[in-house]
């Protein structure tokens, strides 16, 4: 009886290892398109796991948003950000299969808006800026390494949400 419960506790412990969607000490690469009232952001990042289902990562994004006509020209703004991350993932608390990866988080973003009107830049004056924000979002692995994601959330240029590709290097 003791070698059954040892080796069900053995196998429980595996399939709990098993259900991590990014181990510790472990990257992925992050890629993908943006959703948001600023135009369509595009975006790519680096995850790490630090700790059995907390990750940090970073990630760069560029969007463009042509605001049309008005005051006398064409108005465009284009938008970079550099995005500090956290998230925890949920797979072990739910018992979710490994395929699956639910994480929720929180975001810090530097972003640099530069608005050109008839093709010349203009100043307002504190278009840089900061902001923080939550995230929520999933990924379904393919395979070992392969992966689609979605995520919604605020705070950065991508705010509103994203779809993107998920690669663990």
Do not use: C
Not at 115 to 137: E, M, R, W
């Amino acid at each position: 009886m003791k070698k059954i419960t040892l080796l069900l506790a053995l196998f429980t412990l595996g399939f709990t290892y098993a259900q991590s969607p990014l181990e510790e000490g472990a990257l992925q690469a992050n890629a993908g398109v943006g959703f948001s009232g600023w135009g369509v952001p595009i975006y790519a990042g680096l995850e790490y796991g630090v700790a059995p289902n907390i990750s940090v990562g970073g990630e760069l994004s560029y969007q463009t948003y042509n605001h049309g006509s008005g005051f006398g020209g064409d108005y465009k703004s284009s938008i970079f950000g550099i995005t500090g991350n956290g998230n925890y993932h949920f797979n072990e608390v739910f018992e979710i299969p490994s395929q699956w990866d639910l994480y929720a988080g929180a975001n810090l973003t530097y972003y640099s808006w530069s608005t050109k009107i008839n093709g010349s830049t203009v100043d307002y004056g504190g278009a840089d800026s900061f902001g923080i924000g939550l995230q929520v979002g999933g990924r379904y692995f393919f395979d070992d390494n392969f992966a689609i994601n979605l995520q919604i959330g605020g705070g950065n240029v991508v705010s509103g949400g994203r779809i993107g590709i998920t690669y663990k290097l």
